[in-house]
């Protein structure tokens, strides 16, 4: 575990009652905390990504029910899990607020003894600030910093932490309306493209329609959170095939390069790289190039054999098309 962040949480866990620090209060004896309702720390509610403690840290805090308000934050160090923490923030029977946390290794082992939690009580709140006693939030637009004052027997200090919002990691129904619609979409001008893709000749309207429907279908392909590498790469070569089909020979090829590079990187099944490479071959047909095309011929045959599809027949014509027109 990085040393940095075992020593940071150790002072943390024995200096509860930690030293005042700039821009992080402290409860002394007779000071008055204030009343507030959980409901005004709703700006807190999100995920967040940032760094804590010398490592990167992730941080989701939910909407308050029942007068509380639940948190987790893991704090990670090179990809490594290190530690987690549970946080509630809850409404005290006076209507003042708190934050008890309790902190867990990577193997769920607890820190606390079962009836014990950190404890950080709430002083005031101004706007997007909230100062607990040593122990401060502060959100502006979409950044989150968290100071939590902090000593030893030498000094003391603040430990700052800084978070960016991150999308919700929740899909609402309005959400997963608008994704199947989205979906859809990308389906339809799809299928509507090969109404082009299977005519011989084309004129210069019907051109200009088939390139915006595969572009189209790619587009919203890439509005889809479901959407996958091998949709990507399904677009990608369709988009190529387009442009051979109405002669442009160098685009077809840029698409295809794409895609190709897609499938080395993502690695999808053997099915797609195959026909990503058989689209680089058609390109090169298109420009007169029939020597590349050979090779990316070959490229094709080889990707095929890591495929787990079974029917291929329709792979293989498309194959032996190309051949005849690569031909020298």
Request: net charge positive.
């Amino acid at each position: 575990m990085n040393t940095k962040i075992i020593i940071c949480i150790s002072l943390l866990l024995t200096f509860c009652k930690v030293g005042q620090a700039q821009e992080v209060l402290k409860l002394k004896d007779g000071m008055t905390q204030q009343k507030t309702d959980i409901s005004k720390l709703s700006w807190m509610v999100g995920r967040w990504k940032g760094t804590a403690f010398g490592g990167d840290c992730d941080e989701l805090w939910m909407p308050a029910a029942d007068n509380s308000m639940q948190g987790i934050c893991r704090i990670y160090d090179k990809g490594k899990l290190q530690f987690t923490e549970y946080m509630n923030i809850i409404q005290e029977s006076d209507s003042t607020l708190s934050v008890k946390l309790k902190h867990f290794s990577a193997d769920l082992s607890g820190w606390e003894e079962k009836a014990e939690w950190t404890t950080f009580k709430l002083i005031k709140t101004e706007n997007q600030t909230a100062y607990f006693s040593g122990l401060t939030y502060q959100r502006t637009k979409n950044k989150l910093v968290i100071k939590l004052s902090m000593h030893d027997k030498e000094k003391e200090w603040t430990e700052e932490m800084v978070f960016y919002k991150k999308e919700t990691i929740t899909t609402n129904m309005q959400d997963k309306k608008t994704s199947a619609i989205l979906q859809q979409k990308a389906k339809q001008t799809f299928n509507e493209a090969w109404k082009y893709l299977e005519k011989k000749k084309l004129t210069k309207k019907e051109k200009i329609s088939l390139l915006n429907l595969v572009h189209t279908s790619f587009y919203l392909w890439q509005q889809v959170p479901a959407h996958t590498s091998t949709h990507t790469s399904i677009s990608l070569w369709q988009i190529s095939k387009a442009y051979a089909h109405v002669g442009d020979g160098a685009n077809a090829l840029l698409f295809a390069e794409e895609n190709i590079q897609l499938c080395k990187t993502e690695k999808p099944d053997g099915f797609y790289t195959a026909y990503a490479y058989e689209s680089a071959a058609r390109a090169h047909i298109v420009s007169g190039n029939k020597t590349k095309a050979a090779v990316q011929i070959k490229q094709a045959l080889k990707a095929i054999q890591a495929t787990k599809e079974k029917e291929l027949q329709h792979f293989y014509k498309d194959i032996e098309g190309l051949k005849k027109l690569s031909v020298i």
